[in-house]
């Protein structure tokens, strides 16, 4: 991992849970919360906090602001989606990454993948290169990243084998009953008054193009952001999706 940002590792209870969160930045700039999707970790921001920290405070899963911009990547774009309708006075702007109100084939490949791939794995390299082997957009990124997103992921045993940090008890209820219902959501992407950057991979099965417009369209404030030859999901860090991260970012109104 770059060791110019170490990320501060943080828990807040909520709800009788404890949830763990990532923060990096100055403690007064302009919030930025994070959410990632059902395969990821707080890591997957790691590469984009480093190209925004030195403007904002970007922190992967946080409670407690009165006012920021909301990120949320697959399963967290349902997620942010969901806390859009219920609390839309307390976004100054929201980042919806290759998700859709409604489902596509993807979520299900998805579920598919996740409950077929191996336990655990001998070595650290060797879930790694399981990793690549299922995402050609993860075998793009660099070494060191595709180490620090692992680590976010995986878990050393006891034993000294490498397996997955999610909860076994989670992904078999998935496999057997499928993705989550998702809330009516279209209602309140219609209704949002916040600027809204929807960034879609081109490629994706999770978010097709005819809904990403869809999307654009019904939103009041809404802007599409394509990147070619990139599937489920963009890592945020693409050149074409920081250009326009920091128009849209830029162009905010100030706290």
């Known amino acids: 991992m770059t ?8 828990t807040l209870r909520v709800n009788d849970l404890v949830l ?11 919030p930025i919360v994070c959410v990632h999707g059902y395969t990821g970790s707080a890591d997957a921001f790691n590469a984009l906090a480093r190209h925004l920290k030195d403007r904002y405070r970007v922190l992967a899963r946080q409670l407690g602001l009165e006012k920021f911009v909301l990120i949320g990547t697959s399963m967290g774009g349902i997620i942010a989606m969901a806390y859009a309708a219920e609390q839309a006075d307390r976004l100054r702007g929201l980042v919806i990454n290759d998700i859709g109100p409604d489902a596509e084939a993807g979520s299900q490949r998805i579920t598919q993948m996740v409950g077929s791939r191996p336990d655990e794995f001998a070595t650290l390299e060797e879930a790694m290169a399981y990793r690549r082997a299922m995402s050609p957009i993860l075998a793009a990124r660099n070494a060191e990243d595709q180490r620090e997103l692992a ?6 045993g006891a034993g000294g084998k490498w397996g997955w940090k999610m909860d076994p008890a ?3 209820q998935r496999v057997e009953h499928g993705p989550p219902v998702r809330p009516p959501l279209w209602p309140a992407l219609q209704a949002l008054p ?3 950057l929807l960034v879609w991979g081109a490629e994706s099965d999770v978010l097709s193009e005819a809904q990403a ?7 009041p404030r809404g802007e599409l952001v394509r990147v070619p030859g990139i599937g489920h999901a963009p890592t945020l860090v693409e050149p074409v999706v920081l250009v326009a991260l920091h128009r849209f970012l830029g162009g905010l109104p100030a706290l």
Do not use: F, N, W
């Open 213 to 219: 417009r869809r999307m654009v369209d019904v939103l």
């Open 194 to 196: 916040c600027p809204t």
């Open 170 to 172: 989670y992904i078999r």
């Open 20 to 30: 763990h969160y990532l923060e990096c930045g100055d403690a007064g700039a302009p």
């Open 151 to 156: 680590l976010g992921v995986l878990r050393r």
């Open 3 to 10: 060791t110019s940002m170490q990320p501060l590792s943080k």
